[in-house]
């Protein structure tokens, strides 16, 4: 007779939850990967711009008519705006936003992971809200064919950039809401789930 134990999960759909939880975080952390190129590509190109700036009338040749990047506070901003979208699915994800854990600490493993479920609903909710109120502005600034000074680029490219990670974090959010639901109705967080 084989002597291991198979170890049954408590919850909704709990295999099912398991395999959408993979999913979910693998587009996350792809999401977040890219938003991490984004920020990395900004700030090489924040670089070569103040350089461009301080060359400017310097004998040093080559140097001296280089001159900044054109347009780069409009790109940074966009930029800067789709990276920090880019990475809050990740972060709710890894749980990773911050806690106030002195008035949780002697909370059981599941009631921790049921106050972690309210909180995780709230944070969809107003993930949704975000989304949502950030497609609106975009849909605005397609409709009076905003664009950015210098570059000419029209404004809604940076907010549909960004609004593929706001989705994103209202998407991961809605998954931990059921990831906290299994871990309240079985064993509760565990002190690796919390980063304790």
Known sequence: MNSSKSVIRAGIAPGLEAAVGRVVGWCASALAIVGGAVLTALAIMSVISITGRWAVGTSIPLLSS?????????????????????????????????????????????????????????ITAVAVLIAWQHGLGMMDR??????????????????????????????????????????????????HATGH
């Open 66 to 122: 280089m001159g900044p990047v054109q347009g780069d506070f409009e790109l940074v901003e966009m930029g800067a705006a789709f990276a920090v979208f880019s990475f809050l699915g990740w972060c709710q994800y890894q749980r990773g936003h911050v806690t106030v854990d002195i008035f949780v600490s002697r909370l059981s493993p599941r009631a921790l992971a049921g106050l972690s479920t309210l909180s995780n609903a709230a």
């Open 142 to 191: 397609m409709r009076y064919n905003e664009s950015t000074m210098i570059l000419q680029v029209p404004i809604w490219w940076s907010y549909a950039a960004s609004l593929v990670g706001a989705w994103m974090f209202a998407l991961v959010s809605l998954y931990t809401v059921w990831r906290s639901a299994n871990e309240m109705l079985g064993q509760g967080e565990s002190a």
